[in-house]
């Protein structure tokens, strides 16, 4: 990829050379190598994902399951105990309820 930024390929020779689609290397040369994130930014924190993660896992071992709807339970169990402000941005997120889901 330095190379088409330096130019000394063109994006059609290296996309057909390394069997790649013509918009990665576009992709990359527009964003200057920097892999950027799509969508909306993350509610939750890595460290309040791997908490969650290690709650679920408890739950599944002790029988309660690993459905959707256990899964969506452990969530509003945690975003209720938030800050008002975090509650009020989950609120935001999940169509006015603590409680993720199907959208």
């Known amino acids: ?22 918009e990665r290397p576009r992709y990359y040369i527009h964003t200057g190598g ?8 993350p509610f939750l924190s890595a460290a309040e994902e791997a908490l969650l993660a290690e709650c679920i896992i408890t739950n599944a071992t002790i029988g309660r399951g690993l459905s959707q709807e ?3 339970r452990v969530c509003a169990e945690y975003l209720a105990d938030l ?6 941005a989950a ?12 959208s």
């Open 1 to 22: 990829m330095r190379t088409v930024m330096a130019g000394g390929m063109t994006v059609e020779y290296f996309a057909s050379r390394f069997n790649m689609s013509y």
């Open 83 to 88: 800050s008002a402000e975090r509650q009020a």
């Open 70 to 72: 256990a899964i969506c």
């Open 34 to 41: 920097v892999a950027k994130r799509r969508g909306p930014a």
């Open 91 to 102: 609120r935001k997120l999940f169509c006015g309820t603590l409680e993720p889901g199907r």
